[in-house]
């Protein structure tokens, strides 16, 4: 099956700084990447929708810049966590919806989880 | 915004016992998927429903679409420690985009 990568898988830094987090589909190719972020025992929520070579569309309530999203390639999009403070902690996962999908199945990374100090 | 419904937000079963949880929305749905997120991992996608009525099973695990295409659920029968983990339902909205129902935890006792 299709294989999507996330790193780092754990993150731990002090308020102030900036953290970058990859997201790779290793064996496919990605029109579409989805950010989430999951707090402990609840649901995810949708952050922000990236589409290779454009701008990502954010969800309501999700500060652009704050959550900075770029998707360079069809097989990279990464999530920078600016000026990052202690209520940014949280699991946070991509997604990767394949080219060639006939339907909607995402294929989830194994999340990163940030500790923001 | 498109918004769907999961009960229940937990249920303790014993080990052979059986577990069902539903998804209700408001508005007629084009298709659902489930998804389990095991303690700790990340979602895995289980299956998606598209057609009204239809049921589908995956060994152990029934899957239905309501007839009006508004509810879906998911039965495991004779449960196992194994299925441990959070059930998520979702929906997709304009442009692939995936909205999340609140997911049921499941734990299971031996």
């Known amino acids: 099956g299709a294989v999507v990568s996330q790193h780092p898988s754990r993150v731990i830094c002090k308020s102030g700084t900036s953290v970058k987090i990859e997201c790779r589909s290793l064996?496919?190719?990605?029109?579409?990447m989805f950010w989430y972020r999951q707090f402990p025992k609840q649901s995810l929520m949708l952050m922000a929708t990236?589409?290779?070579?454009?701008?990502?569309?954010?969800e309501q309530g999700v500060e652009k810049d704050k959550f900075l999203i770029n998707h360079a390639s069809l097989t990279l999009s990464t999530l920078t966590v600016t000026s990052a403070h202690p209520e940014d902690s949280s699991f946070y996962i991509c997604?990767?919806?394949?080219?060639?999908?006939?339907?909607?199945?995402?294929?989830f990374g194994p999340g990163t989880r940030l500790t923001v100090l | 915004g498109q918004q769907v419904m999961q009960i229940p937000q937990y249920q303790h079963v014993q080990e052979g016992e059986d577990f069902t949880t539903y998804c209700n929305s408001s508005?007629?749905?084009?298709?659902i998927q489930w998804y389990k997120q095991r303690p700790g991992g990340h979602p895995v996608f289980l299956i998606q429903?598209?057609?009204?009525?239809e049921v589908k099973k995956q060994k152990r695990l029934t899957f239905q679409f309501g007839e009006a295409k508004k509810n879906s659920s998911l039965h495991i029968t004779a449960t196992q420690t194994t299925d441990v983990g959070t059930y998520f339902c979702?929906?997709?909205?304009?442009?692939?985009?995936?909205?999340f129902g609140a997911g049921t935890r499941l734990f299971v006792k031996a």
């Open positions: 997604s990767a919806r394949a080219r060639a999908a006939n339907y909607n199945e995402q294929f």
């Open positions: 064996d496919f190719q990605a029109t579409t």
């Open positions: 990236s589409n290779e070579g454009s701008k990502a569309t954010y």
């Open positions: 508005t007629t749905l084009s298709n």
């Open positions: 429903l598209v057609k009204s009525g």
């Open positions: 979702a929906v997709n909205t304009g442009g692939f985009k995936t909205i």
